[in-house]
């Protein structure tokens, strides 16, 4: 027997960041940090994707930032929180995911592990 969505005490968060931004248009830089780990600027063209995931810290505490660079727009916010937030007050004891899809329209996201182009939902401007 085999279970889905198994209980588990200590849960896997995963974020994963897609650029849909036009082609021939700037790259879009995106830096991702903790207070413990910056996992660097990332670039990426049209179409790719860069994702990470983590354990919360016993304290829960955990915090992730991101800031996103295309062109002379940008955005920055905390893209996990463990209470509140979008990608906080997941189902607990269960792996969460957030995928964060970058369009030129602004920023959308989508709480589940293989979204469809149906599941995201706007949530940031670019400035």
Same mark, same amino acid.
């Given at each position: 027997?085999?279970?889905?969505?198994?209980?588990?005490?200590?849960?896997?968060?995963?974020?994963?960041?897609?650029?849909?931004?036009?082609? /021939?248009?700037?790259? !879009? %830089?995106?830096?991702?940090?903790?207070?413990?780990?910056? @996992?660097?600027?990332? =670039?990426?063209?049209?179409?790719?994707?860069?994702?990470?995931?983590?354990?919360?810290?016993?304290?829960?505490?955990?915090?992730?930032?991101?800031?996103?660079?295309?062109?002379?727009?940008?955005?920055?916010?905390?893209?996990?929180?463990?209470?509140?937030? /979008?990608?906080?007050? !997941? %189902?607990?004891?269960?792996?969460?995911?957030?995928?964060? @899809?970058?369009?030129? =329209?602004?920023?959308?996201?989508?709480?589940?592990?293989?979204?469809?182009?149906?599941?995201?939902?706007?949530?940031?401007?670019?400035?």
């Amino acid at each position: 027997m085999q279970i889905t969505n198994a209980f588990t005490l200590n849960p896997k968060f995963t974020k994963c960041f897609v650029s849909d931004l036009p082609q /021939y248009t700037p790259l !879009l %830089k995106v830096h991702c940090q903790s207070k413990d780990d910056d @996992l660097g600027v990332r =670039t990426l063209k049209s179409g790719e994707q860069f994702d990470f995931s983590f354990h919360i810290n016993f304290a829960m505490t955990t915090l992730f930032h991101c800031s996103f660079l295309w062109g002379k727009k940008h955005q920055s916010f905390d893209v996990f929180k463990p209470w509140g937030g /979008y990608c906080g007050n !997941l %189902k607990m004891f269960q792996n969460g995911y957030c995928t964060w @899809l970058m369009k030129d =329209t602004g920023i959308f996201l989508a709480l589940v592990r293989n979204p469809s182009p149906y599941d995201f939902q706007p949530v940031y401007a670019w400035l």
